[in-house]
């Protein structure tokens, strides 16, 4: 018989402690500086001596604060996209292949998740340099698509596993064509795995800083890359400001992903 919570005794107080604990863990830090962007302090002095949205409104009329984000916001959308249709067709690959070596080939698409990101950083800047790709648009693309391809690939993977592929074979059957079945039948079926994809992906772009310094130039640089720098030259609430956007919106984009496949599993 499985283990069921309501069946534990006093034990599942303790493991409600425990989770309780580890969430104010990992949510302090977040609050933390939320509430130093909130601060009328020029400094970040926590608790603030009082409360203020003025940083916000610095924030927003510097335009190297919105130019860094527009950049942040294009290169993670065109990540995005790039990844879904490239994941797409390595995930359909992997799972509809019978070919060998498929688990070694999905391993190699998935190395970027484990591998370090500095090592990733340094490598791809010594290739841009040679290729001159650094310090562009494309070059930020390029870099950030490595990172977040196996994200994409994963989530495909595990939503093409999910669907039954009966239901394609029957699309067939009735008369579409292997292509006609694959864009009016499974791609709906997986709708929700392209959605995560994109949503990762785009979360693995709009939050990366370790490459994205290597990638940067004096006149293109993302929204992290921005923060880092300022953050260096000058303790200021706007950092915090735009640090609190950031994770307000990643948060927001994880909540909407919860929402989607709830939805489907309903």
């Not at 425990?18 to 302090?41: E, H, N, R």
């Not at 919860?258 to 599993?265: D, K, L, P």
Request: aromatic share 12%.
């Amino acid at each position: 018989m499985l283990l069921q919570f309501d069946r534990l005794g006093w034990w599942r107080w303790v493991l409600v402690g425990i989770t309780g604990l580890t969430l104010v863990y990992l949510l302090m830090p977040i609050l933390f500086i939320a509430a130093l962007s909130f601060g009328s302090s020029q400094w970040l002095i926590f608790p603030p001596p009082a409360w203020t949205t003025r940083w916000y409104g610095e924030l927003f009329a510097d335009p190297r604060w919105l130019e860094s984000a527009w950049v942040s916001f294009v290169i993670a959308c065109v990540v995005a996209v790039l990844s879904v249709v490239i994941g797409l067709a390595v995930a359909y690959g992997l799972v509809r292949g019978t070919f060998r070596g498929r688990e070694a080939l999905k391993a190699f698409f998935l190395t970027p998740m484990i591998l370090p990101v500095v090592i990733l950083a340094v490598a791809l800047y010594a290739l841009f340099l040679r290729v001159g790709l650094n310090g562009t648009t494309t070059g930020f693309v390029i870099a950030h698509l490595v990172v977040a391809l196996p994200f994409a690939v994963l989530t495909i993977t595990s939503a093409l596993e999910g669907f039954d592929k009966a239901i394609e074979d029957a699309a067939i059957l009735c008369g579409a064509s292997p292509l006609e079945a694959v864009v009016r039948v499974t791609l709906p079926g997986i709708a929700h795995g392209l959605f995560s994809a994109a949503v990762f992906s785009f979360l693995a772009s709009w939050d990366e800083v370790v490459l994205a310094i290597f990638m940067a130039s004096p006149t293109l640089q993302t929204l992290p890359v921005k923060i880092w720098a300022t953050l260096r030259q000058d303790l200021t609430p706007v950092i915090a400001a735009a640090s609190t956007l950031l994770i307000g919106l990643t948060i927001l984009l994880m909540l909407l992903v919860a929402v989607i496949r709830r939805g489907t599993r309903s």
